[in-house]
């Protein structure tokens, strides 16, 4: 009895220990081979070069994924069924199948194969060899945005960079493409000839509106970048220990993760400060790298918010991505390594262990899956984990995309309500902090039905340089459109927020497209009964004379007339202009189907047909102007192919800018900006008729869009122009009067002579003649 007493004690002691939940069970992925139907593997079958596996997922759509290992697999349900390796068709003649790097651009997959760039379009399944590409490649780059409908977004998802990892810096040979890499053409970026090392990578940060070049010299790499202000100087160097792999975590928030077999790495701002991941226990660090634990990388995985670690010991560490936080924490010991495996987050927490698994009767591959639950797993009273100090962190931003044209402001509002007697600190961060400035204020906002604070917080964003509290030197270039990503988390979160996700909103400083510009006509030809609204829009047309227009815009008389076909569901009634006084259109700014102000910015008029039949009130130094201003001809003649109608906000240089080094060259030029600080006004010719303009806003501090629209000017109470000059004229009917005056006196005089006598003698007699014969007519009648 004793015996079994202390049998039974043992057993209570040891069933804790015998069913402690392990980190996952595995299931075997099998489908599609019920009738054993042996399907073939057409074209040259792909592998990849390096001797551990990667995973990639396309960032957009979650179910489609990439398998990079001795076989390649390419899946659209999350490897939920079995799957064929991955081949490429031997008409593509790439030699040796080897992938060195591969990417999602979009709705297409590219493959580093053979040192060349390949495009598999997977929705259309087929293939093509990328143009442009003239030197040997190893690697691609780029980034995908997830905001559909946005143009700004899919300039993001097209962009991809392809290089040769290892290269000699100064003498690499980098290529572009903003075609998802169809066609690529030559990139160097500034001063590339002067760096010295090699070549670790180029990367697009959107998130710091920056191309990043990652060189790589004894053993510590370091970035520089392309534009103003971080062009001046490099990124702080970093340990470059082993050739380091490079993954962009999805979101747009800079977040890097750099990573080989005994080194991890992450920087949360593009490269600019890049940090050694740490190993840590409950709240104390064991280890302050990877390399100091002693530990074998052997997969990586990341979405957002999480980070995920496998290594060759048979040991998962996680953790998360916040704002703050740059550590691991191991989970318990369990037997899931092995060469094949990868990690592949599926949901926020939700972590699988993939292998595939051969079959001797299928070409097609099977998987093993090993899902993890993350949160059940920090549950874990071993983990010594905190429980969450915040309940709820919500904002009606979250996951979205707004833009900030120039000289616009975004107001935003989140909520935060913490766990009782704990006071967490929200952190509101912008990843683009040279263009993007911002305002948090938060307070108190009432009680939950528990007795918690609501805490309200309103965030207050603009351009930077309109703040007026950042150093010129530190702010971009307020003409350039960027991008940035604004975060709002918890400091120093506790890794049991698994749930409480930070909200991110990606905010595009620039164009906003809801924007348009309209000409005010409140007087139209149309109200007046000069024209016909009912004729206008029954196919009318109107002719212009040969020596009024100029087809190619450089002031030269036609050689024959022009018809015009007037759009009247496009133009509507044209705006009735008087054409002796001087005019100017009055430009409306609106968005949204809402007037917004009267435009003040500068603005150029160009007639779309080459009416050159009318000028310009003022002249350069009429103007004020301190260099020489443009015109629509010295435009034109370095538009290229952008055509006569290329005179934007990007080209413009006002001749007020004390920058402009321009001389003064020709002061009696006509001033051909209208609007902005100058009353400069058109004035017409002597011509009546319809002229129909081209209006462009080009001061380029006014919006970035390209803010343009045509309409319609009817100009009336024009004499008809003179057959003959007026001086003409004048010397013909000077003449005829004083010949007059001079018969009126003469012919008298002349009647009194010989010669006038018998004159007078020869009208007589033809008189009597004359009448004579008059007389015999009428007898006759």
């Known amino acids: ?80 069924s079995s799957v064929l390796p991955f ?22 997959l590219l493959l580093v ?122 990124g702080l160097p970093f340990d470059y220990n082993g050739t380091l792999d490079i993954l962009i975590a999805p979101g747009q928030k800079g977040i890097l993760i750099f990573w080989f077999e005994k080194s991890l790495l992450i920087s949360r701002n593009a490269g600019q400060l890049v940090n050694p991941v740490h190993v840590r226990e409950g709240q104390h660090i064991l280890y302050s790298s990877i390399s100091e634990a002693n530990i074998t990388i052997h997969s990586v995985a990341a979405n957002e918010n999480e980070l995920a670690v496998l290594t060759q010991e048979n040991n998962l560490y996680y953790g998360s991505l916040g704002i703050l936080s740059s550590s691991l924490i191991k989970f318990a010991d369990q037997n899931i390594w092995s060469e094949e495996a990868v990690l592949m987050f599926t949901d926020v927490g939700m972590l699988e262990i993939l292998s595939p698994l051969p079959d001797s009767t299928s070409p097609a591959f099977d998987f093993q899956k090993c899902p993890v639950n ?134 595009s400083v620039g164009c906003d497209l809801e924007k348009k510009i309209v000409i005010q006509n409140e007087i139209s030809a149309c109200y007046n009964g000069i024209l016909d609204p009912v004729a206008l829009q029954d196919n009318y047309s109107y002719v212009i004379e040969r020596e009024a227009y100029d087809p190619s815009f450089r002031g030269q008389k036609a050689t024959e007339d022009l018809e015009v076909p007037y759009h009247y569901e496009k133009l509507g009634c044209p705006i009735l202009v008087y054409y002796d006084t001087p005019w100017k259109p009055v430009v409306e700014l609106w968005r949204e189907g809402k007037f917004q102000e009267v435009v003040k910015a500068e603005y150029v008029l160009l007639e779309v ?8 009130s003022l002249t350069a130094d009429m103007a004020l102007c301190s260099s020489q201003p443009q015109n629509w001809t010295t435009i034109a003649k370095t538009a290229g192919d952008k055509g006569p109608f290329a005179w934007d906000r990007e080209n413009y240089v006002s001749c007020h800018d004390p920058n402009n080094n321009a001389p003064l060259r020709w002061p009696k030029v006509p001033y051909q900006i209208l609007g902005g600080p100058t009353e400069n006004k058109v004035v017409f010719d002597q011509r009546n008729g319809i002229y129909i303009f081209f209006i462009s806003i080009v001061d380029p501090y006014y919006s970035y869009c390209h803010l343009e629209t045509t309409f319609s000017v009817y100009v009336y109470g024009a004499f008809p122009l003179p057959i003959f000059p007026p001086e003409i004229t004048i010397v013909l009917l000077t003449g005829a009067t004083l010949l007059s005056v001079w018969l009126a006196y003469l012919i008298p005089e002349l009647l009194h002579t010989e010669r006038g006598l018998r004159v007078k003698g020869f009208w007589a007699r033809l008189r009597r003649r004359c009448g004579k014969s008059c007389a015999c007519v009428w007898a006759r009648c």
């Open 1 to 80: 009895m004793l015996l079994l007493m202390l049998v039974a004690a043992t057993t209570l002691r040891l069933c804790p220990l015998a069913r402690a939940q392990p980190l996952c069970r595995i299931r075997t992925v099998r489908t599609g081979k019920v009738f054993h139907v042996r399907e073939q593997i057409q074209g040259d079958h792909l592998y990849f070069s390096s001797g551990t596996t990667r995973l990639m997922k396309h960032p957009c759509k979650k179910n489609i994924a990439l398998y990079l290992g001795r076989q390649v697999f390419l899946t659209k349900n999350s490897f939920e």
């Open 87 to 108: 081949s490429i068709p031997t008409s593509m003649q790439v030699g040796i199948p080897e992938v060195t790097s591969a990417h999602f651009a979009g709705s297409v």
């Open 113 to 234: 194969v053979n040192r060349k760039v390949y495009v598999y379009d997977y929705e259309a399944n087929s293939w093509n060899a990328s143009t442009g590409v003239e030197h040997p490649v190893s690697h691609i780059s780029g980034d995908n945005c997830c905001y559909s409908g946005n143009s700004f977004c899919m300039d993001i998802s097209n962009s991809v960079f392809a290089y040769l990892r290892g290269d000699q810096i100064s003498q690499a040979n980098i290529y572009f493409s903003n075609t998802r890499g169809y066609r690529f053409q030559k990139y160097s970026q500034e001063r590339q000839a002067e760096l010295v090392g090699s070549l670790g990578g180029i990367f697009y940060f959107y998130s710091l509106s920056q191309v990043g070049l990652l060189l790589v010299d004894q053993r510590k790499a370091m970035f520089g970048y392309s534009d103003h202000p971080l062009n001046r100087s490099f």
């Open 374 to 507: 993350i949160q059940a797993i920090l549950m874990d009273p071993q983990l010594q984990v905190d429980v969450c100090k915040v309940e709820l962190l919500q904002g009606e931003f979250e996951n979205k995309m707004y833009t900030i044209d120039m000289n616009s402001e975004l107001e935003l509002t989140a909520l935060m309500i913490p766990r009782p007697s704990t006071s967490p600190v929200p952190l509101v961060m912008v990843s683009n902090p040279h263009s993007l400035g911002l305002q948090a204020v938060i307070y108190e906002d009432g009680y939950t039905y528990d007795g918690n604070t609501k805490h309200r917080l309103n965030i207050s964003l603009r351009q930077q340089q309109h703040w007026g509290r950042a150093d010129p030197n530190f702010t971009s270039s307020i003409k350039r459109p960027t991008i940035s990503t604004i975060t709002l988390d918890i400091a120093n979160k506790e890794i049991s927020c698994l749930d409480l996700k930070p909200l991110t909103a990606l905010i």
């Open 609 to 616: 047909n080459g009416l050159f039949t009318y000028t310009y």
